[in-house]
């Protein structure tokens, strides 16, 4: 019904009676509420102006740009934050004064009819939400997208999911205009880290939306303020669904007891969506600051996405069509094999959540190789190699052609979506190959040369990604593409490599990864810190490398946000404009931000 209208309709869509017959744009409001102010605001008093408040009313000690003194408010399915606490800005007056600070955003002070997308025009919302559905929903395919436009439609998804998705669309893809930038970054930042997952089990009202909802804050929180908060969202939404099942959705011994029986098969596929989300963030959580990660894959008995809705032989579906990752590593080229009899829309995903996988495994070497090395893990890693291998020889014969399949039909957002696997095949295998031991290992040097060949595939598969489809991969990318520049550099630095070509080659090879980078970093703040550190890094490292000059400086990367390597990059050195110089812990990138690389480790990105 629309705002203002008393005459109730017939609660038909998308308007009902009442607004038809007013030609009134009629709206739905899917989330209950509680009478009075939300939770966690404050009433306006009449002694507001005594000691200890500012003279707008708001306590002085909540005015702060950086810290926010409220309480902290959790999602649930009463309240919502956004419709109490954001203010719209009209796009028609720009010149209307609006406070900036937290407190005044989220204290109260604002009516209940107010929301974050409330002066968007239906026009501007179907806008948004068809650029979230073609860029940000590929690449964190939280929601399907045969069902994406039929949920919206019949209330699925929520108003409140519904106005954190444009918003995100807005701040990540454009245009901003449409809202005050500031309030829109303030109150972004402000929701990814209050929103939390209240539910506790999935038959609960809302409880879809409730996770959905936080595992997309979590996802804009980790690339946008990356650091230990950020990490230790995903530990909590990771052991949330541990708590709730999503990792028995399929298992025939325990999924009754989290009430699975009782969840239809398409809210089902729905849930299995929101599981393989959380993997994905647990998995770059801790390959990026290199810890044990939060979920174990020998645990997980939810199947891969799509299986369970394609038909058999008969045209019926049962459990016989589910698909699982192995508990085995070994036995992942099995899995790959029996992807190609599924959907293909879904074969790209669930290959990249099998390559995935494998990388778990091969991050997991690589850290316990630079805490406590043995003959074993070396073993495990040769191992891995091998499966690796039989992973390669499983995919269909073109998969890792890095052309576009253009006689075949291969649309651009299912080759970008192919390229990501093709760039993870070579991630892994450059893991595999890095040298181990020390440089006097007769081994050492021929798998340090090695490992240029799988830096130049590497540069190949990132050669054919187009800009206009960068926001279909998940930008989880980048962090991967660091290593591969810091090896890059020190082959560029190696004593044993003088060749002038050589050098002009690995010039360009670098060049073409770090425009990569920039490329995300215009959206995103993660590959705008992954930038600063290479170029730091480049300023460290200077003049003619021996193996063991080479062998001692990887031993410092753990992982591109790991402690030892930012303190690493932090030993001596400044760099303002570009220019190597004194001693101090701060970058200034060309942009002209300037990063505080040891801050971040504690908390997030910080911009001075």
């Not at 800009?467 to 593409?481: E, H, I, K, S």
Request: net charge negative; aromatic share 10%.
């Amino acid at each position: 019904m629309a705002a203002g209208l008393t005459m109730l309709g017939d609660l038909k869509r998308p308007s009902c009676s009442a607004c038809h017959e007013e030609d009134l744009e009629c709206t739905y409001s899917y989330i209950k509420r509680r009478p009075g102010p939300a939770r966690g605001s404050l009433r306006r008093t009449k002694d507001s102006s005594k000691a200890g408040t500012s003279s707008n009313g708001i306590d002085d000690a909540c005015t702060s740009s950086t810290d926010f003194c409220t309480p902290e408010i959790n999602f649930s399915v009463q309240d919502s934050v956004l419709e109490d606490t954001l203010i719209p800005v009209d796009p028609q007056h720009d010149d209307v004064a609006l406070p900036l600070t937290p407190a005044s955003l989220f204290w109260g002070t604002l009516s209940s009819s107010d929301s974050l997308n409330s002066h968007l025009t239906l026009e501007q919302r179907r806008e948004l939400t068809q650029r979230f559905y073609e860029n940000i929903n590929p690449s964190f395919p939280l929601f399907r997208e045969d069902t994406f436009f039929s949920q919206l439609e019949n209330g699925i998804i929520s108003d409140y999911l519904l106005s954190i998705i444009h918003a995100i669309s807005a701040r990540i893809l454009g245009p901003v205009a449409w809202w005050s930038q500031d309030i829109l970054d303030t109150s972004l930042a402000y929701l990814v880290n209050t929103v939390t997952v209240e539910t506790w089990n999935p038959t609960e009202p809302l409880s879809l939306d409730n996770f959905r909802t936080s595992c997309l804050l979590t996802f804009y929180g980790f690339h946008q303020y990356p650091g230990e908060k950020a990490w230790t969202r995903i530990a909590l939404l990771s052991r949330k669904a541990y708590q709730c099942g999503l990792h028995q959705i399929d298992s025939a011994e325990n999924r009754d007891s989290f009430d699975w029986n009782l969840i239809s098969d398409d809210r089902i596929e729905d849930w299995r969506h929101v599981w393989w989300c959380i993997f994905c963030l647990d998995s770059y959580s801790s390959f990026s600051n290199a810890t044990p990660y939060s979920v174990e894959v020998e645990s997980v008995k939810t199947a891969l996405l799509g299986t369970s809705l394609h038909p058999d032989g008969n045209g019926s579906t049962g459990q016989k069509n589910l698909c699982f990752i192995p508990p085995d590593k070994a036995q992942l080229w099995n899995t790959v094999e029996e992807l190609r009899r599924g959907p293909p829309e879904y074969y790209n995903f669930n290959l990249h959540m099998i390559l995935t996988t494998f990388l778990k495994e091969a991050v997991t070497i690589f850290r316990l190789q630079k805490q406590n090395p043995s003959n074993t893990l070396q073993e495990r890693m040769s191992s891995l190699g091998e499966s690796l291998s039989a992973i390669r020889l499983a995919l269909p014969r073109r998969h890792t052609e890095a052309a576009r399949d253009v006689l075949g039909m291969e649309s651009c957002a299912q080759y970008h979506a192919r390229l990501l696997t093709i760039f993870k095949l070579h991630i892994s295998r450059l893991l595999v190959c890095l040298p181990v031991g020390l440089p006097d290992d007769p081994q050492w040097q021929p798998r340090w040369q090695q490992n240029l060949e799988v830096c130049c595939s590497i540069v190949s598969t990132i050669q054919h990604w187009d800009p206009g489809y960068l926001f279909t991969v998940d930008p989880a990318v980048c962090f991967m593409v660091l290593p591969v520049l810091i090896i890059l550099h020190l082959h560029s630095l190696n004593s044993g490599n003088s060749s002038q070509k050589s050098q002009e080659q690995l010039s360009r090879w670098k060049n073409i990864l770090r425009l990569f980078l920039q490329q995300y970093a215009v959206s995103w703040a993660l590959p705008r810190f992954l930038v600063a550190s290479f170029d730091k890094f480049t300023c460290i490292m200077l003049g003619s490398l021996h193996a063991k000059d080479i062998h001692q400086t990887l031993s410092h990367f753990h992982g591109p946000l790991h402690q030892k390597w930012l303190k690493f990059l932090s030993l001596s050195l400044d760099t303002h404009d570009n220019q190597c110089q004194g001693t101090s812990v701060g970058y200034s990138s060309s942009r002209g931000e300037t990063f505080a690389m040891t801050e971040m480790v504690n908390d997030s990105l910080y911009w001075i």
